[in-house]
């Protein structure tokens, strides 16, 4: 109502799971999606296990020091591959079968291998799936499940700039500290965006912290 200036959401919008699943694969699997920061896999073979979109990843640079995001998934029947959420290995091996994958995505062994009529045609056809789409901008880097995305600097716009910016604050660039701080949100996506951008809640909900300041 541009007259009186309310502006009203359907709470459907927040809390419909048939909105958020549409949500997911219209635009989520279509977007570029930020995954990490380069220096978070400083050193050939570090990974770090990463979920996007409901899709599990495992975000590495492989033995040839190349950044990679291979789907966490065994290609053999699907069970989750790599269980660790970081570390440095130049292997993953699926504890299902003990199939094992080099971190370049080539199959590295695969257990009774002559049961297979075939076993070098199988291990060329069962590497570890790459995402569609892996960019970086100023060492963020940035996925697609859609192999038919727009390029990431037509995507990020004039964001790319203050990407740059940030890169370039130091002679060295820029780095991330050691640790992770995980915390889950049990709503839509858009419950939390609102919440970061909501400064009225600040001093009642927070007010506690707001003291402390005091």
């Known amino acids: 109502d541009w007259d009186q200036l309310p502006f009203r959401v359907n709470r459907e919008a927040y809390r419909s799971d048939a909105v958020f699943a549409s949500e997911r694969a219209n635009i989520w699997l279509h977007s570029w999606l930020y995954l990490g920061h380069e220096t978070e896999v400083a050193e050939p ?10 899709r599990p990843l495992i975000f590495c640079r492989d033995s040839n020091g190349q950044i990679q995001a291979w789907l966490n998934s065994c290609p053999h029947r699907g069970t989750v591959l790599c269980r660790d959420t970081e570390g440095s290995s130049k292997l993953f091996q699926c504890f ?28 060329e056809t069962m590497k570890l799936r790459p995402v569609a789409r892996l960019e970086s901008h100023a060492g963020f880097v940035f996925v697609s499940f859609d192999p038919d995305v727009a ?35 049990r709503g839509n996506w858009k419950l939390a965006v609102e919440n970061a951008m909501d400064g009225y809640h600040f001093s009642p909900t927070h007010n506690t912290f707001v003291g402390y300041l005091r």
Do not use: C, K
């Open 45 to 54: 073979n570090d990974f770090r296990a990463r979920t996007l979109a409901g």
């Open 96 to 123: 299902y079968h003990a199939w094992t994958f080099r971190n370049t995505g080539d199959v590295a062994a695969i257990p009774d291998n002559a049961a297979y009529e075939s076993p070098d045609a199988l291990a």
């Open 151 to 185: 390029p990431l600097l037509d995507y990020l716009g004039d964001a790319a700039d203050y990407m740059t910016m940030i890169e370039e604050q130091h002679d060295g660039g820029m780095t991330t500290l050691p640790g992770v701080q995980l915390y889950g949100v």
